[in-house]
T-cell receptor, first 113, second 110 residues
């Protein structure tokens, strides 16, 4: 079982560059999430989606965009990278109903210099 | 504003000690509370709690939820160095929005 797959694992960006973090899940989960985790901190919700075609802002959406054209994919886009976006990014998915355990990808460590 | 608050933020104990980690929450449309353990990489699932007063147990770990007082505790007995990690509490709301606390960094010294 692949579960939740994130790519890339590591990336260094220059200030002002753009990139897309990819997230794919093969569990047919409706709910998907993007979090960032700064050193020594918990996970902060960036965006989430309750199904294909539907996205919503979390706690820290500024500087990011998402789309959900299919159930499987939930890419996160950084348009103009800033040093404040240096963080570890996690994608997660939930099947819904009573089964609210979140399955996580392995994370993307992003450094903006 | 929805919030999940964990305490303490950091805890250092000796191997064999018992620890209690706390998680309080103020959210709309509560569905469940989840505990995760995070070592080097992604969080790994420990427990999901939906009902007050029912203890969940897994080996030396146990957890309970109080929906009236809006908190949960995670207990670890006879701690081992392998228990050293960040423990994260999360609350699932309404349309499955999942909000995490800041985490408790637990260090077990031999």
């Amino acid at each position: 079982n692949a579960g939740v797959t994130q790519t890339p694992k590591f990336r260094i960006l220059k200030i002002g560059q753009s990139m897309t973090l990819q997230c794919t899940q093969d569990m047919n989960h409706n709910y998907m999430y993007w979090y960032r985790q700064d050193p020594g901190m918990g996970l902060k919700l960036i965006y989430y989606s309750v199904g294909a075609g539907i996205t919503d802002k979390g706690e820290v959406p500024n500087g990011y965009n998402v789309s959900r054209s299919t159930t499987e994919d939930f890419p996160l886009r950084l348009e103009l990278a800033a040093p404040s976006q240096t963080s570890v990014y996690f994608c997660a998915s939930i099947g819904g109903g009573l089964h609210t355990e979140a399955f996580f990808g392995q994370g993307t460590r992003l450094t903006v210099v | 504003e929805d919030k999940v608050v964990q305490s303490p933020l950091s805890l250092v104990v000796h191997e064999g000690d018992t620890v209690t980690l706390n998680c309080s929450y103020e959210v709309t449309n509560f569905r469940s509370l989840l505990w995760y353990k995070q070592e080097k990489k992604a969080p790994t699932f420990l427990f999901m709690l939906t009902s007050s007063g029912i203890e969940k147990k897994s080996g030396r770990l146990s957890s309970i939820l109080d929906k009236k007082e809006l908190f949960s505790i995670l207990n670890i007995t006879a701690t081992q160095t392998g228990d050293s990690a960040v423990y994260l509490c999360a609350v699932a709301q309404g349309a499955q929005k999942l909000v995490f606390g800041q985490g408790t960094r637990l260090t077990i010294n031999p």
